[in-house]
């Protein structure tokens, strides 16, 4: 079966540190997402792939990225981890009849 | 601004006892209102798409209804099992979905 998997499932880093969160899909869609979610704020889109080399910013970018090298895989690289990345990051992949999520990566930073 | 608001944020209700969730947005264009189920620990899971006001969809004991300002999800005779958070998303772009803050349902036995 097709599915999205994220890892890790959870992550403890320190203030200032690089961190990368793995998203690998099977489902062959083009368009891949990362969201946080946090209390009172619900999902919010953090970067947004239409396909391979493609990348683009959502509302609240700053301080991550993402490289599209092959249609399976958006990594998340936090460039350096502060306190308020602390949250719960999602990532998902569609097609043209909405998302499918993977499981979500609890980060920490102390 | 686009925007989505759900209400209640949190709603119990004992097993059987009927009631309906609420989705209301502001955006321009909408493309398809979505509703997920979130259980603790995992990724949404998608429950439905609607596209248009006067459509409605069904699955088990849920019903999803649209007009032009609102979405509800109507859950009848609940059970322990539909626990969860249901959030509801609209499509304002091409992919471009604003999420709203869940209501958290928890169903006494």
Not at chain 1, 23 to 30: A, K, L, P, R, S
Not at chain 1, 82 to 88: G, H, P
Not at chain 2, 81 to 106: M, N, P, W
Request: charged share 20%; aromatic share 10%; net charge negative.
């Amino acid at each position: 079966d097709a599915e999205i998997t994220q890892s890790p499932r959870h992550k403890i880093t320190e203030t200032g540190r690089q961190v990368t969160l793995a998203c690998h899909q099977t489902w062959n869609h083009n368009n891949m997402f990362w969201y946080r979610q946090d209390l009172g704020h619900g999902l919010r889109l953090i970067h947004y792939s239409y396909g391979v080399q493609d990348t683009n910013k959502g509302e609240v970018s700053d301080g991550y990225s993402v490289s599209r090298s092959n249609t399976e895989d958006l990594p998340l690289t936090l460039e350096s981890a502060a306190s308020s990345q602390t949250s719960v990051y999602f990532c998902a992949s569609s097609d043209d009849y909405g998302y499918t999520f993977g499981s979500g990566t609890r980060l920490t930073v102390v | 601004e686009d925007q989505v608001t759900q209400s209640p944020e949190a709603l119990r209700l004992q097993e059987g006892e009927s009631s309906s969730l609420n989705c209301s947005y502001t955006v321009s264009g909408l493309r398809g209102l979505f509703w997920y189920r979130q259980d603790p620990g995992k990724g949404p899971e998608f429950l439905f798409t609607l596209y248009s006001a006067g459509e409605e969809k069904e699955k088990e004991r849920l019903k999803a209804t649209l007009t032009k300002k609102e979405s509800f999800l109507h859950i009848t005779a609940p059970k322990p099992e539909d626990s969860a958070t249901y959030l509801c998303a609209v499509q304002a772009g091409t992919y471009k979905y604003i999420f709203g803050t869940g209501t958290r349902l928890k169903v006494l036995a």
